[in-house]
């Protein structure tokens, strides 16, 4: 089992940077593959990007490429996002999921998805 804590988000002027983090109990991290999610009002949740449990495979939504870097240190089992040049419709709830899977493809359903974290808000305003 492992449980999630997501930490970093806030309210950041459009074309700025975020970085978040999520730290996961458990001694098992590094056979979870992990994935950030994010919802924003009125709509439904998203993936955003995977990362395999070794972190040699990313994948990213198409409105993430080249702007979010997905990362982790299994060795202090932490999940890290970095935001860069933030839009406002980069607007949401961002969560932290994990899913036991060794295997080098990824999942973007959420109900993939077994342990999740409870959210941060990341605000992109002027």
């Known amino acids: 089992q492992v449980h999630l804590v997501e930490s970093g988000g806030g309210l950041v002027q459009p074309g700025g940077s975020l970085s978040l983090s999520c730290a996961a109990s458990?001694?098992?991290?590094?056979?979870?593959?992990m994935a950030w999610f994010r919802q924003a009002p009125g709509k439904e949740r998203e993936w955003v990007s995977v990362?395999?449990?070794?972190?040699?495979?990313?994948y990213y939504r198409d409105s993430a490429k080249g702007r979010f870097t997905i990362s982790r240190d299994n060795s202090n089992n932490m999940l890290y996002l970095q935001m860069n040049n933030l839009k406002p419709e980069d607007t949401a709830v961002y969560y932290c999921?994990?899913?036991?899977?060794?295997?080098?493809?990824?999942?973007?359903?959420?109900?993939?998805?077994?342990?999740w974290g409870q959210g941060t808000q990341v605000t992109v305003s002027p």
């Open positions: 999921a994990a899913k036991y899977y060794s295997g080098d493809g990824y999942y973007d359903d959420d109900f993939e998805y077994a342990y």
């Open positions: 458990g001694r098992t991290f590094s056979s979870y593959a």
């Open positions: 990362i395999t449990w070794s972190g040699l495979n990313t």
